[in-house]
């Protein structure tokens, strides 16, 4: 089982760690700050800082089992790495536009009363699908709605609830026949804004940034027609 360092931190950018296993050119680590594709979120790229030499981390997925983690590097390694200690460094430029680009997302879902169909989270633009009446959707109002949460500089933050009590917290999820992953019978549910302000609460295991300020001026894209109820909102940062 590997730790995962992005659920206490998501703003890690270092950390050490040891190899526990390689396969080719799969490397398992004892503990990681290097987020795995999930929820619409790319892998993270990065470095592994080995005593004689630096791996190019190029992709991070999830393995078959719960806190797998596989850390895809450049070419074949062999077995001599394993038990080493090792520097873990994501390149954090990219993941930073992850993390605003998948806050963003959020804030997005906030202004459309619908279920989620297919969400991919990029470094300037992402995309959400929607189930939706298309006749409820006003782009220059949402459009007004997203600049006003990120000039507001509401917080965003993780509460974990037990896996024991999703049944309670079910509502939430907007997500259509998907079901949050649980990890040590925990859910991490991330929320936006608090007390009587809350814009947004839902199902997330993905990297965050702490506040909507912090993401930055956004606007929503094309809205793409993709069938009778089959909505794709694109939103991107804007200067
Ligand atoms: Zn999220």
Known sequence: MTELLFNEDSYLKEAEAKVISVKDNIIKL???IFYPEGGGQPGDNGKLVLKDRVLNVIDTKKGEQENEILHYVEGNIDESIINQEVGLKIDWDRRYKLMRMHSSCHVLVSLVPALITGASVGIEKSRIDFDVDPSTLNKEEMNQRIREI???????FINQISGDNYEEYKHLSKGAAVSPPVINNKI???QIGEDNNIIDAEFCSGTHCKSTKEIGPLEIGKIENKGKRNRRINIRFSS
């Open 188 to 190: 991490q549910i991330v």
């Open 150 to 156: 990120v000039s507001e500089d509401h917080p965003i």
């Open 30 to 32: 004892n503990r990681t």
